[in-house]
Nanobody, 123 residues
Framework: QVQLVESGGGLVQAGGSLRLSCAAT????????MGWFRQAPGKEREFVAR????????AYSDSVKGRVTISRDNAKNTVYLQMNSLKPEDTAVYYC????????????????WGQGTQVTVSS
């Protein structure tokens, strides 16, 4: 069983930065692919970024590539999402997720989810 708790969301002006954190409980963190997804009002949940457990291979959605960096600290059971040059369209609830299997970019591959943290970018 894995429990995930996100933090670091908030209100920021366009062009600003935020770093989201996701603290995980459970002994399997180091073997899980970790991902970030987001959901804006009236829209479906969408993939943002993911990082694999062993090699730390990363993948990003085209909408955030070049502005966002995902990283993990296995010693702290924590995954991070550094977001720079934020835009109003980045406004959403951001969710951390863990996959025990396929390191995919679809939400269906993720087994555990946090409760989300709100990110609001003002113009």
């Amino acid at each position: 069983q894995v429990q995930l708790v996100e933090s670091g969301g908030g209100l920021v002006q366009a062009g600003g930065s935020l770093r989201l954190s996701c603290a995980a409980t459970g002994r399997t963190f180091a073997s899980n692919t970790m991902g970030w997804f987001r959901q804006a009002p009236g829209k479906e949940r969408e993939f943002v970024a993911r990082i694999t457990p062993s090699t730390g291979s990363t993948a990003y959605s085209d909408s955030v590539k070049g502005r966002v960096t995902i990283s993990r600290d296995n010693a702290k059971n924590t995954v991070y999402l550094q977001m720079n040059s934020l835009k109003p369209e980045d406004t959403a609830v951001y969710y951390c997720a863990a996959s025990t299997g396929v390191p995919g970019v679809s939400a269906r591959w993720y087994d555990y989810w946090g409760q989300g943290t709100q990110v609001t970018v003002s113009s």
